[in-house]
């Protein structure tokens, strides 16, 4: 492993003290990658919060950065979504979908992703005495949700989740991520053009209805955003959250307490599992100077999220999960600035609604191995665990 790995890797639960040690001396690292644009980490809070707060100076796409078309990421290869858009197409994109995630629309969901997660939480039990709680609850709900809220027809669920399963299988690289991207677009497209014939209630439908002169490929760059953006992040946090809550009984009875208690413990662990460990990456426009140091133009920038929010000048024992603490309240789990998460309100949702309701329906649940034995994701944008076996 070299230092060009760290931002995609942790241990257990924490980024790897080489990433505190960065943050400490050598806050803006030029990393070691042998193709492509010269790439910097970003790993202090300040600094991480100056660079995605910027887009005049900092651009998401990075379909005109000649480097990488020197190792063969292209234009068409960009997926058109909101992640790797700037203004004025991102502003005009990002319009078209915030309607549908204000806490008005989002509301009419709740009842769905109760029902989602009771019908998961009936699976489990029936799998029971013991099962992995990855495979029956970390996995479906979140995928489900995001049938929901696109509108993806029930006869079209199969397919659609095997789908979503092939486009995150994908090693920590961040070029290679990028080449990834494509090639789930294909299948996307095809998805809108049958609910243009016959448009949904969901998120698709609504959009074709509202704006018929949207064509099937941007389209399909916004769904594939919605469903990378949507589907493993909430996994891991399902996943990794309820793994602290079963290590954790005052957390554990905290979260089956009132709303308030478990809303704060919540926005808590996303913050302490910072599970999206680097933001999009970013390209820089013109030479600049960031955090003291010197950056050009062409240049590419990763965000350490994980490593910010865990950034010492911010907050104490920032190692430790305390609910309620000021900083739960200005963590960049979502990212921060014009790009920060579209999909936060519903992530929010689904954990406030999931957590208590599997801890209600399973009071004795606990772990059926030791924490020793979980397999942690080794490198990866989107931290994880792979299996979290429990029995109840
Ligand atoms: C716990 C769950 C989630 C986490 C931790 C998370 C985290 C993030 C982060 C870190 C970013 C990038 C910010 C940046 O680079 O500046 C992002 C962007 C995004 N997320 Fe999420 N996300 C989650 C759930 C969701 C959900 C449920 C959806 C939609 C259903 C969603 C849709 C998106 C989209 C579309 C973007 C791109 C926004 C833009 O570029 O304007 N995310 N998310």
């Given at each position: 492993?070299?230092?060009?790995?760290?931002?995609?890797?942790?241990?257990?639960?924490?980024?790897?003290?080489?990433?505190?040690?960065?943050?400490?001396?050598?806050?803006?690292?030029?990393?070691?990658?042998?193709?492509?644009?010269?790439?910097?980490?970003?790993?202090?809070?300040?600094?991480?919060?100056?660079?995605?707060?910027?887009?005049?100076?900092?651009?998401?796409?990075?379909?005109?950065?000649?480097?990488?078309?020197?190792?063969?990421?292209?234009?068409?290869?960009?997926?058109?979504?909101?992640?790797?858009?700037?203004?004025?197409?991102?502003?005009?994109l990002r319009r078209l979908l915030t309607p549908e995630f204000t806490m008005r629309r989002l509301?009419?969901?709740v009842p769905r992703i109760e029902a989602i997660v009771a019908e998961c939480l009936d699976d489990?039990?029936?799998?029971?005495?013991g099962a992995d709680l990855v495979e029956t609850f970390a996995v479906p709900i979140p995928a489900?949700?995001?049938?929901?809220?696109?509108?993806?027809?029930?006869?079209?669920?199969?397919?659609?989740?095997?789908?979503?399963?092939?486009?995150?299988?994908?090693?920590?690289?961040?070029?290679?991520?990028?080449?990834?991207?494509?090639?789930?677009?294909?299948?996307?497209?095809?998805?809108?053009?049958?609910?243009?014939?016959?448009?949904?209630?969901?998120?698709?439908?609504?959009?074709?209805?509202?704006?018929?002169?949207?064509?099937?490929?941007?389209?399909?760059?916004?769904?594939?955003?919605?469903?990378?953006?949507?589907?493993?992040?909430?996994?891991?946090?399902?996943?990794?959250?309820?793994?602290?809550?079963?290590?954790?009984?005052?957390?554990?009875?905290?979260?089956?307490?009132?709303?308030?208690?478990?809303?704060?413990?919540?926005?808590?662990?996303?913050?302490?599992?910072?599970?999206?460990?680097?933001?999009?990456?970013?390209?820089?426009?013109?030479?600049?100077?960031?955090?003291?140091?010197?950056?050009?133009?062409?240049?590419?920038?990763?965000?350490?999220?994980?490593?910010?929010?865990?950034?010492?000048?911010?907050?104490?024992?920032?190692?430790?999960?305390?609910?309620?603490?000021?900083?739960?309240?200005?963590?960049?789990?979502?990212?921060?600035?014009?790009?920060?998460?579209?999909?936060?309100?519903?992530?929010?949702?689904?954990?406030?609604?999931?957590?208590?309701?599997?801890?209600?329906?399973?009071?004795?649940?606990?772990?059926?191995?030791?924490?020793?034995?979980?397999?942690?994701?080794?490198?990866?944008?989107?931290?994880?665990?792979?299996?979290?076996?429990?029995?109840?």
């Amino acid at each position: 492993m070299t230092e060009a790995t760290l931002p995609f890797q942790r241990t257990g639960f924490d980024p790897v003290a080489a990433i505190g040690e960065l943050r400490a001396e050598r806050p803006i690292v030029r990393l070691d990658v042998p193709i492509g644009p010269a790439t910097w980490l970003v790993t202090r809070y300040d600094d991480v919060r100056a660079v995605l707060g910027d887009t005049e100076r900092f651009s998401n796409d990075f379909s005109n950065v000649t480097e990488l078309a020197d190792v063969g990421i292209s234009v068409e290869m960009n997926p058109g979504g909101l992640g790797f858009t700037d203004p004025p197409d991102h502003t005009r994109l990002r319009r078209l979908l915030t309607p549908e995630f204000t806490m008005r629309r989002l509301k009419r969901l709740v009842p769905r992703i109760e029902a989602i997660v009771a019908e998961c939480l009936d699976d489990l039990e029936r799998r029971g005495p013991g099962a992995d709680l990855v495979e029956t609850f970390a996995v479906p709900i979140p995928a489900l949700v995001v049938c929901e809220l696109l509108g993806v027809k029930y006869a079209d669920r199969v397919d659609f989740l095997r789908q979503a399963e092939d486009r995150f299988d994908v090693s920590g690289d961040i070029l290679n991520s990028i080449g990834a991207i494509g090639q789930s677009l294909d299948y996307l497209e095809d998805l809108v053009a049958r609910e243009r014939r016959d448009p949904g209630d969901g998120l698709l439908g609504a959009l074709l209805r509202e704006h018929p002169e949207i064509d099937d490929r941007e389209l399909a760059g916004i769904a594939d955003g919605v469903l990378t953006g949507g589907h493993d992040t909430s996994t891991s946090m399902l996943a990794l959250g309820s793994l602290h809550l079963l290590m954790n009984p005052a957390d554990r009875d905290a979260m089956v307490g009132d709303d308030v208690r478990a809303g704060a413990l919540v926005e808590e662990l996303l913050r302490y599992m910072t599970v999206v460990q680097v933001a999009f990456p970013r390209f820089v426009r013109e030479d600049l100077t960031v955090g003291g140091q010197s950056l050009s133009k062409g240049d590419m920038v990763i965000c350490s999220l994980s490593s910010a929010n865990r950034d010492e000048h911010i907050g104490a024992d920032l190692g430790q999960v305390v609910a309620g603490r000021a900083t739960s309240s200005s963590h960049m789990a979502f990212g921060y600035g014009i790009h920060r998460c579209v999909g936060a309100e519903l992530a929010r949702m689904e954990l406030r609604i999931a957590y208590p309701a599997l801890l209600r329906r399973f009071p004795g649940l606990r772990m059926a191995v030791p924490f020793e034995d979980l397999r942690f994701r080794e490198l990866s944008i989107v931290y994880g665990v792979e299996r979290l076996p429990v029995e109840w």
